[in-house]
């Protein structure tokens, strides 16, 4: 049972992590464009270690993924709530 509370609280963790991280990213990209900005940029903007995003995410690919990932369900889950109440 200890082992499990304790997987679960590393699995919000990182879930905590990755929701910042992309939250920082879709910033930075916004401003500086998605071809300017780099892994250090965002670890800076986050406020965390550049391991951190290495560790989470991966490469600089796997980031803008994830980044326009969480965007895109962030957009339809608008939508959705929009059909929903214009009924």
Excluded: M, P, W
């Excluded at 290495?54 to 803008?64: E, K, M, N, T």
């Excluded at 889950?77 to 059909?83: K, S, Y």
Aim: charged share 25%; hydrophobic share 50%.
């Amino acid at each position: 049972a200890q082992i499990a509370r304790y997987a679960a609280a590393v699995a919000v963790s990182a879930l905590a992590a990755l929701i910042l991280l992309a939250s920082r990213a879709a910033q930075l990209f916004c401003r500086d464009g998605v071809a300017e900005v780099t892994l250090r940029d965002v670890a800076q903007r986050a406020r965390v270690n550049l391991g951190l995003i290495s560790r989470y995410v991966g490469s600089r690919d796997d980031l803008v993924r994830a980044t326009f990932a969480d965007l895109s369900d962030k957009l339809t889950a608008e939508v959705q709530i929009g059909e929903h109440t214009s009924e």
